[in-house]
């Protein structure tokens, strides 16, 4: 059965890093879009990021442009979010997810989620 | 961008009774509409895509309609396991592909 297990999520200080990683096992990796999307607590749901099966093509959010780096290894089955520049608005449990569709991006399987919480 | 508007914010409803939830785009998505479950703790949940088909498992209380700015969720007959948020989700113009605010629906 498809699952996604995301790691690296914890406390980080403003202007800190951290890398965010989503194991990925019951279908063929390399054949779909990833995403990350993520939702600050208490709040409604952001996506952040999708990248193409090929990592060819990618997308990210404004609020995220230029301190984010989605990335993927089809060989390790893996997703990964590379954050920098954090600040306390990218507070949030961030949900690697696959989407329904080969070449879609409609997000049908997620992770548990993986909570980062950037404050000082 | 477009705004995904949903209402009401909260939504009380009897066990046994129907829910009807709303939501609205800022600009047409034909049919390229999704809504979410989501229950504290958990991920959110595909119950209906393509405004009206409902995902594999989703029982059949779940039925979607609307087309280019207004769609409804319904749910028949409420049952215990319902009482969660609610999200719907364009996916008609991306980047990126927009989620309304969130409909909490609970006991009442």
């Known amino acids: 059965q498809v699952q996604l297990v995301e790691s690296g999520g914890g406390l980080v200080k403003p202007g800190g890093s951290l890398r965010l990683s989503c194991a990925a096992s019951g279908f063929t990796f390399s054949d779909y879009y990833m995403s990350w999307i993520r939702q600050a607590p208490g709040k409604g749901l952001e996506w952040v990021s999708y990248i193409s099966s090929s990592g060819i093509n990618i997308y990210y959010a404004d609020s995220v442009k230029g301190r984010f780096t989605i990335s993927r290894d089809n060989a390790k089955n893996s997703l990964y979010l590379q954050m920098n520049s954090l600040r306390a608005e990218d507070t949030a449990v961030y949900y690697c997810?696959?989407?329904?569709?080969?070449?879609?991006?409609?997000?049908?399987?997620w992770g548990q989620g993986t909570l980062v919480t950037v404050s000082s | 961008e477009i705004v995904m508007t949903q209402s009401p914010a909260t939504l009380s409803v009897s066990p046994g009774e129907r829910a009807t939830l709303s939501c609205r785009a800022s600009q047409s998505v034909s049919s390229n509409l999704a809504w979410y479950q989501q229950k504290p703790g958990q991920a959110p949940r595909l119950l209906i895509y393509g405004a009206s088909t409902r995902a594999t498992g989703i029982p059949a209380r779940f039925s979607g309609s609307g087309s280019g700015t207004e769609f409804t969720l319904t749910i028949s007959s409420l049952q215990s396991e319902d009482f969660a948020v609610y999200y719907c989700?364009?996916?008609?113009?991306?980047?990126?592909?927009?989620f309304g605010q969130g409909t909490k629906l609970e006991i009442k």
């Open positions: 997810a696959r989407p329904l569709f080969k070449g879609g991006l409609l997000a049908d399987y």
């Open positions: 989700q364009q996916f008609n113009n991306w980047p990126p592909y927009t």
